[in-house]
């Protein structure tokens, strides 16, 4: 059964730090891309930050010298961590992985919450 169960939210002042953890289970994770998504009430889906299995990154230009994807292909985990957080970056984060032939997986979700 695949899982993608991810932790690490919460609120925080502007300007402070979080750490998303994606834990997955279930499938091959060494061989899927995961992706990192956030959607707030009302508004579309946005890519937040996206690593292949290899290790290449991207970034949504909102978030670019902020916020660092990594991944651990032996433990099954991936990482979001979220520096200088703006009230902007408050909503739902959701950990996704997708591969080749493969259906996206979705976990669900972690509410991020920056606020003074």
């Known amino acids: 059964q695949v899982q993608l169960v991810e932790s690490g939210g919460g609120l925080v002042q502007p300007g402070g730090s979080l750490r998303l953890s994606c834990a997955a289970s279930?499938?091959?994770?060494?061989?899927?891309?995961i992706t990192w998504y956030r959607q707030a009430p009302r508004k579309e889906r946005e890519l937040v930050a996206a690593?292949?299995?290899?290790?290449?990154?991207n970034y949504a230009d909102s978030v670019k010298g902020r916020f660092t994807i990594s991944r651990d292909n032996v433990k099954s985990t991936a990482s979001l961590q979220m520096m200088s957080l703006k009230p902007d970056d408050t909503t739902v984060y959701y950990c996704?992985?997708?591969?080749?032939?493969?259906?996206?997986?979705w976990g669900q979700g972690t509410q991020v919450t920056v606020s003074s």
């Open positions: 690593i292949t299995g290899g290790g290449n990154t």
């Open positions: 996704s992985a997708k591969a080749i032939l493969r259906p996206r997986h």
């Open positions: 279930g499938f091959t994770f060494s061989t899927y891309d």
